[in-house]
């Protein structure tokens, strides 16, 4: 599950996203080298900057050269690097091959408890305070922002998390042991605060995973 930062994930548009490749290829381009490279005029090329600086995506810096009116150069944010399309897909499937070689118990089990712990605290924190079934409505609204059709049911009384579709498709077709379907539990429970079990399972034939929480509460952790 990608935990990037959503910034509440303003999508860019087609036009948006040239700009943000130019930016990526060659740092500090003004309006006007915008302008000649995407051959549109001035004003278009400010609306789209202005358009992704709002956005979070890219930031402005002044040019100081002598007097007269200033120039500015554009660079993209943090948060920008990851609209352009970085992927950490062949890291991730590299990293949790590695992890299924270990052994069961031990080892295994401490480094997927690890990961699942910090992934979800990451979550937790783009949380709102509320009740059980805010946080969990919230929490579909982030998985979605992220590309993750999930969506908020209520199942006789009881709030429940669909997942529409798996997260990680490289990693679970070759996990036969549904280690990985166990770490997005463990992740999504501690994100709500509260124990989750996945009562249904795509790999089953179902529909979707669906998680419902338990009656356990989860202790809260460090970040470290």
């Not at 805010?134 to 579909?140: F, G, P, Q, T």
């Not at 463990?186 to 179902?206: N, R, T, W, Y």
Request: hydrophobic residues 35%; neutral net charge; aromatic residues 6%.
């Amino acid at each position: 599950m990608d935990l990037a930062p959503s910034n509440s994930q303003i999508p860019t548009r087609p036009v948006d996203q040239l700009v943000l490749d130019l930016l990526r290829r060659q740092e500090g381009l003004t309006v006007v080298d915008l302008t000649e490279k995407l051959e549109v005029t001035a004003t278009a090329v400010r609306q789209r900057l202005d358009r992704l600086e709002n956005a979070g995506y890219v930031e402005r810096r002044k040019n100081t050269v002598g007097r007269g009116r200033p120039t500015f150069s554009y660079f993209l944010t943090d948060l920008g690097w990851r609209q352009v399309g970085v992927t950490y897909t062949d890291l991730a499937v590299a990293l949790w091959s590695e992890i299924m070689e270990f052994e069961e118990g031990g080892t295994k089990a401490k480094l997927i408890d690890k990961v699942s712990k910090r992934m979800g605290r990451a979550f937790r924190d783009l949380l709102p305070d509320g009740s059980l079934e805010d946080r969990m409505k919230s929490l579909a609204g982030l998985m979605a922002a992220r590309r993750i059709p999930a969506s908020f049911v209520s199942i006789e009384g009881l709030p429940v998390l669909s997942v529409h579709a798996c997260p990680y498709p490289d990693l679970t077709s070759r996990d036969v042991d549904r280690s990985l379907c166990h770490l997005e539990q463990q992740v999504l429970s501690e994100a709500i605060g509260q124990p989750l079990e996945l009562s249904c399972c795509k790999l089953d034939g179902h529909g979707s995973c669906q998680f419902k929480p338990t009656q356990k509460q989860i202790p809260q952790t460090s970040n470290l």
